[in-house]
């Protein structure tokens, strides 16, 4: 048994804002609750949940995480792209070259994503969500396949990628040179313990598996404070 991916959380410093960007770029529906922040609900079965709660931290550099958008057409993507500015995204620049055909944003928090061209055969099937791309080691995506039960379905020159049995997005990492990391994360994983499951159990499985616990971070009642191999947070859902 392995921990369920309950949500993909980001911080905010206007939560609300922030979630109405991502419903209107994602045509997820909205679902304020008062101890969650603001969820955006998966549209099937195979999606997860988009959490946006308060957050003093600043933004320092590029995420570690952002999401790929995919396109059916170059007509799709430009549509995209114009819904996002529309609703208050921006192009910025990242060092990618001209020649690139992906069109890189930020959403009005300067969260980086990406709409990615037609064509891209690696996110077939995966959904309007192609994947959350993030930097990290081999070792942090072996983690993850582990945490989650969901088997790599990439692994090739240090990069990996993992996929829920029940499809959806990619969780992709692309190997070394892994950017230091600088404060907080903005972007964050909520895990649930399985079900029936003692959730110290799966804290303790977890530690063995590469994470570190954090008794003393400021984490939120109800939640155990974590990191991963490669230092990023996530949180686990505990009793009360």
């Known amino acids: 048994m392995t921990s369920q991916l309950l949500a993909v959380c980001l911080g905010a410093s206007r939560p609300l804002r922030l979630a109405r960007f991502w419903s209107g770029l994602l045509g997820r529906e909205l679902d304020d609750r008062p101890r969650d922040g603001v969820v955006l609900l998966p549209t099937d079965g195979t999606g997860f949940r988009i959490r946006v709660a308060p957050s003093r931290e600043q933004k320092v550099g590029q995420n570690r995480m952002h999401f790929d958008l995919t396109s059916a057409s170059l007509e799709d993507q430009q549509q995209t792209v114009a819904r996002a500015l529309a609703l208050g995204g921006q192009h910025i620049d990242v060092?990618?070259?001209?020649?690139?055909?992906?069109?890189?944003?930020?959403?009005?928090?300067?969260?980086?994503?990406?709409?990615?061209?037609?064509?891209?055969?690696?996110?077939?099937?995966?959904?309007?969500?192609?994947?959350?791309?993030?930097?990290?080691?081999?070792?942090?995506?072996?983690?993850?396949?582990?945490?989650?039960?969901?088997?790599?379905?990439?692994?090739?020159?240090?990069?990996?990628?993992?996929?829920?049995?029940?499809?959806?997005p990619k969780f992709t990492w692309g190997g070394p040179p892994v950017a230091p990391k600088s404060g907080r994360n903005r972007l964050h994983f909520d895990l649930a313990p399985p079900a029936h499951a003692d959730p110290q159990a799966e804290v303790e499985r977890l530690v063995s598996l590469g994470a570190t616990r954090h008794d003393t971070d400021r984490g939120e009642a109800?939640?155990?404070?974590?990191?991963?191999?490669?230092?990023?947070?996530?949180?686990v859902q505990a009793p009360g």
């Open 95 to 168: 060092g990618q070259s001209p020649q690139d055909e992906h069109v890189v944003l930020a959403d009005p928090e300067g969260n980086e994503f990406c709409v990615i061209e037609p064509g891209n055969t690696f996110l077939a099937d995966c959904g309007f969500i192609g994947a959350l791309a993030c930097d990290g080691s081999q070792a942090v995506g072996y983690f993850w396949s582990e945490a989650l039960g969901w088997p790599l379905v990439w692994d090739q020159d240090q990069e990996t990628a993992i996929r829920s049995p029940h499809g959806g």
């Open 222 to 235: 109800g939640w155990v404070a974590m990191t991963d191999p490669d230092g990023n947070e996530f949180r």
